[in-house]
C-alpha cells in the first residue's frame, strides 16, 4: 500500500542558492588566508590519517589553497546566478550547469573518502560510550580539523547541488515545488518507482549484510578473511568490538532500508509509543538514506582509487571482498531513495500535477 502526500506551496529548496553562496564563499575566504598564510590545508601529505585513500593525495599541498580557493569562489559565483530567474543562453547556461555539477560531486563525493563513512559507522559506538569512557580512545584524534573540513565540502556540495535544482526549475519552466513539467509520466511516477525502486531497495539492503556478516564472524571467533593470530590480537585488545559497531551499523541500515518499500516505512509501526500509525515524513527517510549514500559512493571512490587497497584484495579474502561491492550499494541506495520520494510526493499544491 502506498501512502501518499501532498507537496507543500513553495519549496524549502529556494533557500539553497543564497546559502549554497555563502557557505561557498566563506570556505573560499579560508582557503585564500590558508594561502597566504601556507597553514591550515588538511588534505594529501598534510592528513597524517588520509593513508593515500583519497584522490586529493594527487594535489601537490602547495597547490591545494588556491585550487580551492579559486573552485570554491567560483561555485559562490554559479550559486549566485541561481538565486536568479532570468534564462541564459545556451552556451552559458551549459557551462553554469556543467561547472556547477561537477563541483558539487566534487565536493560531496571526492573530498569526504572513507572517513566520513567511517565516522557515521562509529559515531552510535562513541556517542553512546563517551559518557562510560568506552571506547577507549582519544577523541580529539578523531575528530580532527581534516575530518570537519570534509564534512564541510559534503555540506558545501549539496548546497550547491539543491541551488542548481532550483535554477534548471525556474529558468525551464518546471514547477518550484516538485519540479515537475508535465503530468507524471514514464520512470517517475509512484507506480514506475515502486517497480523499480524495490530492485533497488532490495540490492541496497543485502550488499551491506554481507559486509556485517564478516564483522560478526569475528566477533564469534570464526577467522573469516583473516588468520587466526589475528583474530586473537583483535579480541586481546578488543579491536573486534569497533568490527561489530561497523557490522551493527551496517545492519541497521539494512533494515532501514527495506523500510524504504514496507509499509511501516510510511506509517509508524504499532509498537512505536506516541507516533503508531503517524506518517512518518518523507525528509526523515530521505535525507539520512541521501547522506548515507553520498557517504557509500565517497568511500567507493576512495579505496578503488588506493593502490594499498588493491594490494589487501589480491587474495580476495572475505574481509576485503565486500567493499568491492560498495560501488554497488552506493547507486543502490540513490535510487531506493529516490524512487521512495517520487512514490511518497503525491499531487502538487502549487501546479497540481500528480
Given at each position: 500500500m502506498t501512502t501518499t502526500t501532498r507537496t507543500p506551496t513553495g519549496s524549502r529548496l529556494a533557500l539553497a542558492p543564497p546559502l549554497a553562496a555563502a557557505w561557498l564563499a566563506g570556505w573560499g575566504v579560508v582557503a585564500l588566508v590558508g594561502t597566504l598564510t601556507r597553514a591550515g590545508y588538511p588534505f594529501g601529505d598534510n592528513d597524517p590519517y588520509g593513508d593515500g585513500a583519497n584522490l586529493l593525495r594527487l594535489?601537490?599541498?602547495?597547490?591545494?589553497?588556491?585550487?580551492?580557493?579559486?573552485?570554491?569562489?567560483?561555485?559562490?559565483?554559479?550559486?549566485?546566478?541561481?538565486?536568479?530567474?532570468?534564462?541564459?543562453?545556451?552556451?552559458?547556461?551549459?557551462?553554469?550547469?556543467?561547472?556547477?555539477?561537477?563541483?558539487?560531486?566534487?565536493?560531496?563525493?571526492?573530498?569526504?573518502?572513507?572517513?566520513?563513512?567511517?565516522?557515521?559507522?562509529?559515531?552510535?559506538?562513541?556517542?553512546?560510550?563517551?559518557?562510560f569512557g568506552w571506547p577507549p580512545v582519544d577523541y580529539s584524534a578523531l575528530f580532527t580539523w581534516a575530518l570537519f573540513a570534509r564534512g564541510a565540502a559534503l555540506v558545501g556540495g549539496v548546497l550547491l547541488a539543491g541551488a542548481l535544482l532550483v535554477w534548471q526549475r525556474r529558468t525551464g519552466a518546471a514547477c518550484m515545488a516538485c519540479g515537475r513539467r508535465a503530468a507524471g509520466h514514464g520512470w517517475t511516477t509512484a507506480a514506475s518507482a515502486a517497480r523499480w525502486g524495490r530492485w533497488a531497495t532490495w540490492t541496497a539492503a543485502v550488499i551491506p549484510l554481507v559486509y556485517a556478516a564478516t564483522r560478526f564472524a569475528w566477533l564469534f571467533g570464526i577467522p573469516l578473511g583473516i588468520g587466526r593470530d589475528l583474530l586473537t590480537e583483535m579480541h586481546e585488545t578488543g579491536l573486534v568490538w569497533a568490527g561489530v559497531g561497523l557490522g551493527a551499523f551496517a545492519t541497521v541500515g539494512a533494515v532501514l532500508t527495506v523500510g524504504l518499500v514496507r509499509p511501516w516505512g510510511e506509517r509508524f509501526p504499532r509498537w512505536l509509543p506516541g507516533l503508531a500509525g503517524r506518517r512518518v515524513p518523507v525528509a526523515l527517510a530521505v535525507v539520512p538514506a541521501t547522506l548515507v549514500a553520498l557517504s557509500v559512493t565517497g568511500a567507493s571512490l576512495a579505496l578503488l582509487t588506493a593502490p594499498q587497497f588493491w594490494r589487501l584484495t589480491e587474495d580476495l579474502s572475505a574481509a576485503e571482498a565486500p567493499m568491492l561491492l560498495w560501488p554497488f550499494w552506493g547507486v543502490a541506495l540513490g535510487a531506493a531513495t529516490l524512487a521512495y520520494h517520487l512514490r511518497r510526493r503525491g499531487a502538487c499544491r502549487r501546479c497540481g500535477r500528480d
Open positions: 594535489v601537490p599541498v602547495a597547490a591545494g589553497p588556491p585550487l580551492f580557493a579559486a573552485l570554491l569562489l567560483a561555485g559562490a559565483v554559479v550559486a549566485l546566478v541561481a538565486t536568479g530567474s532570468t534564462p541564459l543562453r545556451r552556451p552559458t547556461r551549459l557551462l553554469v550547469l556543467g561547472y556547477g555539477w561537477a563541483l558539487a560531486a566534487f565536493l560531496a563525493v571526492v573530498v569526504p573518502d572513507v572517513r566520513v563513512l567511517m565516522m557515521l559507522g562509529y559515531a552510535p559506538m562513541l556517542i553512546l560510550g563517551a559518557p
